[in-house]
């Protein structure tokens, strides 16, 4: 298994609701990212998880929040967003910590926020 | 600020023709230039990487030349096909970045037949 897998692929939510991205991998990489992503626009890292502990939050919003259950699986939990949040969510994950050894990202989550 | 600057923003190419996208850096402590190919509802996929010790790295019809004085590298797509028009996105990182990856702005490849 060579993928990252996220769900769900697209999600509509209210400014008050509390949802849940969830993103997998079975290549036994220890390092975990999520990213967000607008239209036209190169990814934004908002998260890593090194070895199931969070090492980076690159000062994202507390209506975000990570969670990193086990090695294979990392959530993003979601609440009181904002319409400026809706953009497309991306996973990736690395053997370590580090770019060099590639990412593999997941295809994303296409979040609207009404 | 973006510490990666990409150009041009978006290509149009002959099927058969060359594609060239150019990235320029100033952080002279990354160490690590990969390139990424994101097609239309899908997560970038690693393309090609170099290091600064390497001026020119092949594979296939993908080429990144590497211009360590410059502060300039370019990723040149040889023998461009349709199935090639995507958004390329160049990037650097330096080791101790905990995995951080400064990308470039991306540029549009369009392939016509």
């Known amino acids: 298994d060579t993928e990252v897998t996220q769900t769900p692929k697209h999600l509509v939510m209210g400014m008050t609701n509390k949802k849940s991205l969830k993103c997998e991998q079975h290549m036994g990489h220890r390092a975990m990212y999520w990213y967000k992503q607008k239209a036209k626009k190169p990814p934004e890292l908002m998260f890593v998880?090194?070895?199931?502990?969070?090492?980076i939050n690159e000062s994202v919003p507390s209506r975000f929040s990570p969670e990193c259950p086990n090695s294979s699986l990392l959530n993003l939990h979601l609440h009181a967003l904002q319409p400026e949040d809706s953009a497309l969510y991306l996973c990736?994950?690395?053997?370590?910590?580090?770019?060099?050894?590639?990412?593999?990202f997941g295809s994303g989550t296409r979040l609207t926020v009404v | 600020q973006q510490q990666v600057k990409q150009s041009p923003q978006s290509l149009i190419v002959q099927k058969g023709g060359i594609s060239i996208i150019n990235c320029a850096y100033e952080?002279?402590?990354?160490?690590?230039f990969p390139w990424y190919q994101q097609f239309p509802g899908k997560g970038p996929a690693l393309l090609i990487a170099i290091r600064p010790d390497v001026s020119e790295k092949k594979e296939g019809r993908f080429t990144i030349s590497f211009n360590k004085s410059a502060k300039q590298f370019s990723l040149h797509i040889m023998d461009s096909q349709p199935g090639d028009s995507a958004t390329y996105f160049c990037a650097a990182s330096k080791s101790d970045s905990g995995g951080k990856l400064q990308f470039g702005a991306g540029t549009q490849v369009v392939v016509t037949p």
């Open positions: 952080n002279t402590a990354f160490d690590y």
């Open positions: 998880y090194s070895y199931e502990k969070l090492s």
């Open positions: 990736a994950s690395s053997q370590e910590v580090s770019p060099d050894y590639g990412y593999t």
